[in-house]
């Protein structure tokens, strides 16, 4: 569970990708398809079945999908940006250390 809750935020931690930016497009076309295409089944005129459908179908499509944003969205851009901080602080002591070398003006 603890692996399930890094990649989605609303399930319980806050540290891996935001499920919520993806679930609400993922659960529209989802109903959209069952609503067009699937319910010449007789089982899917059922609204129970319907939102039992969409809410399954949007948790495996949400899961993964934001698990491999995290992966290689989210991850990859917090490390560049660690990075960048980095190169600034460096950059920002380099200068001070110049500065304090040459003489003022």
Known sequence: MDTLGKPCHPVPRTDFLQPYLLHFV??????AF????LTSHPLLRNV????ATSFIGTLAITVPVAFLSW?????PGIHQGKRVITWIESTRTKRREVEEVLPQR
């Open 26 to 31: 993922v659960f529209l076309k989802l109903q």
């Open 71 to 75: 992966k290689w969205i989210e991850q």
């Open 34 to 37: 069952i609503l067009t295409e």
């Open 48 to 51: 129970y079945v319907q939102f």
